[in-house]
């Protein structure tokens, strides 16, 4: 396992985000493809999980992991859903690490969130906020277009949207 140095978290704070609950907000600008945290995991082996963490409050908070579940610690495990995530992750299996990297540029105040997959198992507030304002927006893998040292295609290659496995990146 390689050493790995964590981030100071001075300009990300944690913050009441209405309906969604708790979440991890932006107090200065973030360019598009910057790693914002880096969580270590507790790793639940797969029959200890299944045989109590899926029964308790952990069950929604935990990524699928080789072996197991695992729940991401520090911010990893304070990112909402959002369905047009402007935060992508990756993770990295050798090391027990989350990695989470921007997907387009955040503005000041703004929320950080992720994609949890399609299939939620909790009601999507942005559903019912989309059926109340039509106007559109989001943000889309296209939003993130200005190549410096990496396309774009090859940067959302290694970014998970989600931790569902089956779900489309290509999207």
Partial sequence: METVRLFNQSTLQIQDCGAKGRGVVTTVVIPARTVIDISPI????????????????????????????????????????????????????????????TLREIQVGEELCISYGPNLWFPDVEDSQDKNNSSGGGTTEGDVSDSEDETAESFFSRIQFSDDDDYDHSN
């Fill in 42 to 101: 507790l790793l639940f082996p797969s029959e200890e999980y299944s045989t109590h963490g899926q029964y308790t409050q952990l069950d929604h908070y935990t990524y699928r992991w080789k072996g197991g579940m695992a729940l991401a610690l520090g911010l990893g495990s304070m990112f909402n859903h959002s369905s047009t995530p402007n935060v992508g992750f990756q993770r990295d299996i050798d090391n027990g690490l989350i990695r989470y990297s």
